[in-house]
């Protein structure tokens, strides 16, 4: 063990010296544009601070509101500002836990070291970037790879600093610690997700979409304390289900939120559609289980134009060079669903939505039968709420003015007759029309459609074996 006492000492040296250069290079690379808005600044700081009370226990570890401010202060602030939030998390953590001074020495290295440093190289890639690029960095599909690929890096370092840490200490050898560690990997990437989707929103939206993430994480962090209190298994496992499964849907209807903030269009259209798919599915016999399906995929199928910057997002008519990311938003919007557990075939019908029945479609170009049912639906009752809309309608010559329903299913007709839509369902949907009511669905509200506690108890029921 004496051996070992010029290790310790060595190891101790490097990290007070790691920590004092990263302290010192934080005041010479800090400029006044990082501690903007101060809005912001506090409140990635109160988070940070508070983060082991907020934070929530999930199947892969825990996902920490610490972690989730110290990102988003590297992704949107700066390098200074994400190693401030590391020590105020540090600082507050090892006081309450009373730890030893060289566990001191270890959290403050790496939570000051390591968000510099992932900070700093957002920094240098949005510096990299010229011209309209430096616009749009902070919204754009790019900026949310790079910052995931970085909170990937950074949890590479954070494990091998600790992991150093532990051999040092403990003589443990390196690589067994390194697989002990991996456990922990789960809930780090469900941290680094979301906390790249509300850097991405913040950079869109600004603090409504943060307040309202900060929000869900409050609500599941009572419903975690609840959980902690039952007495009973069974009630355990199955709050602990609600739990992440509220929080994972609650982080979709936020998005869903977010995007109607930036087009007002979005959850009235959403709902609407949503309605109509659902009444259109029970007059072709699906069962509820299908109907059901239909219904959430009508909810969420435009969640993919969280991605598109305004330019697109509000174009009256949407140039070539966009064309690429409008055509993007299936795709985008079946990953942001798919991970949801349970909603896969909800993922499909959002993914082959905008298929043609001819094969000239996207993204698959697939042809009749082969685009799943759910799919043809959606393509069909979306086509007509747009139309019929009074908010959302453009005419090719830019007017606004809506169709009339009738109007609206002429041109239903039409697009069968021409190989974009499923001629025998645009038949029965006109039926299910003139039962109905032409505009039956078109005052709906997404909240009541989407009955959020209703579907967060049944999908974290326990299902029969």
């Known amino acids: 063990m004496r051996s070992e006492e010029p290790i310790r000492r060595l190891y101790w040296a490097g990290e007070m010296l790691l920590l004092a250069g990263t302290l010192a290079a934080a005041v010479l690379l800090t400029n006044g544009g990082e501690w903007h808005p101060l809005a912001l600044v506090a409140m990635l700081l109160v988070l940070a601070l508070a983060g082991q009370w907020l934070s929530v226990e999930i ?8 972690l989730v401010a110290i990102i988003l202060a590297m992704g949107v602030l700066g390098p200074s500002t994400a190693a401030a939030c590391g020590i105020a998390a540090m600082v507050l953590k090892s006081t309450v836990r009373q730890l030893s001074w060289t566990q001191w020495l270890n959290n403050l290295t790496t939570y000051t070291a390591v968000p510099f440093a992932g900070g700093l190289i957002v920094r240098l890639w949005k510096e990299g970037l010229s011209g309209e690029a430096v616009s749009k960095a902070g919204n754009g599909f790019a900026f949310g790879l790079v910052l995931f690929g970085v909170v990937l890096l950074t949890t590479a370092l954070s494990f091998l600093l600790f992991a150093l840490d532990v051999r040092a200490e403990e003589g443990r050898k390196l690589r067994r610690v390194l697989t002990e560690l991996v456990a922990l990997l789960p809930g780090e990437l469900a941290v ?6 509300l850097a991405v929103a913040y950079a869109n939206i600004g603090l409504p979409a943060l ?4 929000t869900v994480l409050l609500i599941f962090r009572q419903l975690t304390v609840a959980l ?36 007002n269009t979005t959850g009235r259209h959403a709902a609407a559609v949503a309605l109509y798919a659902k009444a259109l599915a029970a007059e072709v016999d699906c069962s509820e289980e299908e109907q059901d399906t239909v219904h959430a995929a009508g909810l969420l199928h435009e969640i993919g134009k969280f991605t598109w910057p305004d330019r697109v997002l509000h174009a009256e008519v949407v140039g070539e060079e966009d064309l690429a990311i409008m055509r993007n938003h299936p795709q985008e919007g079946a990953l942001l669903v ?14 082959y939505h905008h298929e043609r ?12 039968k082969e685009i799943p049912l759910a799919s043809r639906i959606l393509a069909i009752c979306s086509t007509y709420d747009t139309m019929t809309a009074r908010e959302s309608y453009r005419s090719p010559d830019g007017t606004s003015s809506p169709m009339t329903p009738e109007e609206a299913m002429a041109e239903l007709r039409k697009a069968a007759a021409a190989g974009q839509l499923d001629e025998d369902l645009v038949e029965t949907f006109v039926k299910v ?14 909240e009541q459609e989407l009955d959020f506690e209703r579907r967060v108890r049944e999908m974290a029921a326990p299902k029969p074996i």
């Open 338 to 351: 798919g991970a949801l557990d349970g909603y896969g075939p909800v993922a499909d019908a959002i993914l």
């Open 433 to 446: 029309l003139e039962r109905e009511g032409l505009t039956f669905a078109h005052d709906a509200d997404f």
């Open 211 to 214: 307040v309202a993430a900060i």
């Open 59 to 66: 199947s892969g570890g825990q996902l920490s509101a610490s």
């Open 228 to 263: 902690l209190r039952s007495e009973e298994r069974a009630e355990q496992l199955y709050a602990r289900s609600r739990q992440l499964v509220g929080l994972q849907l609650g982080v979709l209807r936020t998005l869903v939120r977010a995007l109607s903030m930036r087009d």
């Open 357 to 368: 029945v001819d094969g000239r479609g996207y993204p698959a170009g697939l042809i009749g």
């Open 192 to 197: 680094g997700a979301l906390a790249t989707i």
